[in-house]
């Protein structure tokens, strides 16, 4: 059988994991993560917006693995700064090097460039990466549902708990769903993106928050490109978005929020 891109990813992950334990062991991380202090809510960035309207995690991606780079001299602090300055509400930072070419170093920029809640973004296989985020100073970490089992789901939001960092809980599929429930996970990123096969339907968020439980907090990711995408999402009821590709591939970053800004102030 075939080895799907997102197995080589995990594949790579657990080596890279390896590889960083050799270096630091985990309990050393673990001592720096735990000296952290005042870490913001992701939660509380997501309530609902007064007067109605949306919110945007606006993400920082110099590159995809299925579309080549979008911006090899991207300043993560720089475009932090500007995202904060436009009107997201929380920053993600894609923070895996060899098929994204992000890194640490460019979430540690955005957290000290702005006041926002900062997201680490990356394939999380081990509790040793939410380590890695706690102790660079990530708010928040994303969490897969497809590549971890409900155990790891609940022991990884334990961790988080512990660390003071909150999680966003990614699904795209009904058995995703039927795996998250169980785990009371409170902020649910819903894919539109396969990451099987990279293919995206904005339809996905749509449908999947229908079944999640009434004080989940629902985000949908992937495909929100333009004016129309958000204000169909919004008519659905949904007005949580992380939002990259756009905005990394615009001429004009600022100008671009406020039109997806704009278009969710509609009564849904």
């Known amino acids: 059988m075939k080895t ?8 790579y992950k657990q080596t890279e994991v390896e590889e960083a334990r050799a270096r630091i062991s985990e309990q050393h991380l673990l001592e720096a993560a735990r000296a952290v202090k005042g870490r913001l809510s992701l939660v509380h960035a997501l309530r609902p917006p007064e007067p109605p309207g949306v919110n945007i995690i606006a993400e920082i991606k110099r590159a995809s693995p299925s579309k080549g780079l979008f911006q090899p001299d991207l300043n993560a602090g720089h475009l932090a700064a500007v995202y904060e300055a436009a009107g997201a509400v929380a920053i993600s930072v894609l923070t895996d090097q060899h098929f994204f070419k992000g890194s640490a170093e460019d979430l540690m920029a955005a957290k000290k460039a702005t006041s926002l809640p900062i997201l680490r973004k990356d394939f999380l296989v081990s509790s040793y990466q939410v380590m890695e985020a706690a102790a660079w100073g990530a708010d928040a970490v994303l969490l ?11 022991d990884y939001l334990s961790l988080c708990a512990e660390l003071g960092m909150e999680a966003l809980v990614e699904i795209h599929s009904e058995a995703d769903l039927k795996k998250v429930l169980p785990t009371k996970a ?3 990123g ?9 293919e995206t339907d904005i339809q996905r968020a749509m449908d999947l928050a229908r079944g999640l439980a009434l004080d989940q907090i629902p985000v949908a990711a992937s495909g929100i490109a333009g004016p129309e995408d958000v204000r169909c999402n919004v008519a659905a009821g949904l007005r949580n978005f992380l939002v990259g590709e756009s905005l990394v591939r615009s001429d004009n970053v600022r100008q671009h929020m406020e039109v997806l800004l704009a278009a969710g102030k509609i009564d849904a």
């Open 144 to 154: 897969i549902a497809r590549i971890l089992s409900a155990k790891q789901i609940c």
């Open 186 to 188: 409170r902020l649910i």
């Open 4 to 11: 799907t891109f997102l197995e080589k990813i995990v594949e």
């Open 190 to 198: 819903i894919n539109n993106r396969d990451l099987m096969t990279f």
